[in-house]
Nanobody, 111 residues
Framework: QVQLVESGGGLVQPGGSLRLACVGS????????VSWFRQAPGQAREQVAV???????QYADSVKGRFTVSRDDVKNTVYLQMDSLHPEDTAVYYC?????WGQGTQVTVSS
């Protein structure tokens, strides 16, 4: 079965960190561009980071310098390291590859 599965979300205080993981099944993530998106309540889904098959990365201005996307080819997993989290980072985070979406993982930043 071809699917993407995210994990690692949770509740964290402002200034804290979380690492999200996106595991691919039936897909070789190192051959694809893998993107992280997020969607806050009442807002459109927005792309926050992408890692291309070449390893090149790109970030939205809102997360640049705080988020880092990386890939472990052995584990067929893409990570999103999120540091210095703000309350406005609260959203459901999704990974996307090969026109497929994962189910999402909730990130809540609150004191």
């Amino acid at each position: 079965q071809v699917q993407l599965v995210e994990s690692g979300g949770g509740l964290v205080q402002p200034g804290g960190s979380l690492r999200l993981a996106c595991v691919g099944s039936g897909l070789i993530l190192s051959r694809l561009s893998v993107s992280w998106f997020r969607q806050a309540p009442g807002q459109a889904r927005e792309q926050v980071a992408v890692i291309r098959w070449s390893g090149a990365t790109q970030y939205a201005d809102s997360v640049k310098g705080r988020f880092t996307v990386s890939r472990d080819d052995v584990k067929n997993t893409v990570y999103l390291q999120m540091d210095s989290l703000h309350p406005e980072d609260t959203a459901v985070y999704y990974c996307r590859a090969d026109l497929r979406w994962g189910q999402g993982t909730q990130v809540t930043v609150s004191s």
